[in-house]
């Protein structure tokens, strides 16, 4: 492969795991990073969501060797436990299988391990501190500045991989210099994120191997355990209109009443709520579209760089993840930078554009499906389909978080017809011991057909 060194910008975790696969390549790999150094540095309070790895993130970290490092950060979340008002208890368990679980991790947590990964297995040092400042895909220029001394300085752009973020510089330059299209769509909700505290002794006050959530119609809380005892909280919410909006929460006076009013259960667990609340900076989602990923071979955007996604499917992370070992992949077939570049785009895109689908649909879900009364019955239905027929129905939730050899645009393909499956099933009935076997199978045959070959993992 020539040339055998790379330019990196970002290190945060596409960046950090992409120079691992690098590495592994035996390229020699020059990370920039414009944060300071999160090992050394805390992450501003409030401004991560709580991370869940799944199979497909699972999958890039076992084949780029880097697993290990990363295991003793992670918590198991077998399903979701749903809070309603009146305080009463509702388990979903993900899967059906004891493999089909979902792990709890802190952003600053992996991401340093997997920077102390880099640095102690292959001697990836990056440069922190240091902000693209300029480039040029003509004149094949870079032009960094350091921000510890304030210099210039240029270096060759080619080749460049830029895992810069949702907000990348590298993307604003190929939509200026090469017509890249590119839409950013913000949601009209935010989050703030909280701390629900360990109990005296360190245990967790609420159930630590589950993702809380408190499902309220057009908004939500979520919880997500921490290795400490405490959980991570985030409050997703309008960002205007009417009393239950982030435009209506001014005081200690405001957010008490919006919590007891709603999630009466959380207010003795969380003591510094209104605090947290009103010293918090509120976040802001959105998705990222973007046409053309390669600039003229040059250069190639990786991860949210390309196709950032909101959170609700926890699949962002995983998306980026996959797309390091989907690149690494492509290097190695064609041990050509320019080549590997240009068919990234069509690789990935239709799959990165159907699990940015998935996740606004999965919003849906959580806030507002869960509460239906026909919510759980689909969802024992859908178990029972996949115990009958395990080459043709997989419920989609699965096929995303469970299923690596499955790409992102057949489980959205295949979850539309299952959806349909499922209505059709469940619209005269209230148990799953009404529906016809027979039914059951003749309505799956005729709507589904078997999953290709190349789909099916051995499990």
Known sequence: M??????????????????????????????????????????????????????????????????????????????????????????????????????????????RALLDHAQRRYG????????????????????????????????????LIAADGAGSVVRRAMTGQLGVQVVEDLLDYGYK??????????????????????????FMLIALP??????????????????????????????????????????????????????HPIGRMGTVYTDQWSANGRAVLLGDAAHAIVPFHGQGMNACFEDCRELDRLLRATGDWTAAFEQFTALRKPNTDAIAAMALENFTEMRDTVREPKFLLRKELSFELERRHPGRFIPRYSMVMFHHEIPYAVARERGEIQAGILASLTEHVDSIASISPDRMDAVVREHLEPLAQEFRAAR
């Open 226 to 279: 921490n290795l400490d005892g405490s959980f991570t909280v985030t409050l997703f919410l309008a960002l205007k209109g009417g009393p239950d909006s982030f435009a209506a929460l001014h005081s200690r006076t405001d957010v008490e009443a919006f919590f007891a009013r709603h999630f009466p259960d959380v207010v003795p667990r969380m003591p510094a709520l209104a605090r947290e609340f009103l010293e």
């Open 124 to 159: 990836i040092a990056p440069r922190f501190l240091q902000a693209a400042r300029g480039l040029d895909f003509e004149s094949d220029r870079l032009v960094m500045l350091d921000e510890v001394s304030g210099d210039s300085y240029t270096r060759p752009l080619a080749p």
């Open 2 to 111: 020539t040339p055998n060194a790379v330019t990196m910008l970002g290190a945060g975790l596409s960046g950090a795991l992409m120079a691992i696969y690098l590495a592994r390549l035996g390229v020699e790999v020059t990370v920039y990073e414009r944060r300071p150094d999160s090992r050394k540095v805390d992450m501003d309070a409030g401004r991560s969501i709580n991370l869940a790895l799944a199979d497909r993130g699972i999958h890039a970290l076992r084949q780029a060797e880097a697993y290990d490092a990363v295991a003793p950060l992670l918590i198991p979340m077998r399903g979701r436990m749903l809070h309603a008002v009146d305080g009463t208890l509702t388990f979903v368990q993900y899967g059906q299988r004891p493999h089909e679980v979902i792990y709890s991790v802190s952003r600053p947590g992996l991401t």
């Open 193 to 218: 994120e909280l701390t629900l505290p360990a109990a005296p002794g360190g245990a967790h006050q609420i159930e630590r191997e589950a993702l809380h959530v408190w499902p309220r119609g057009g």
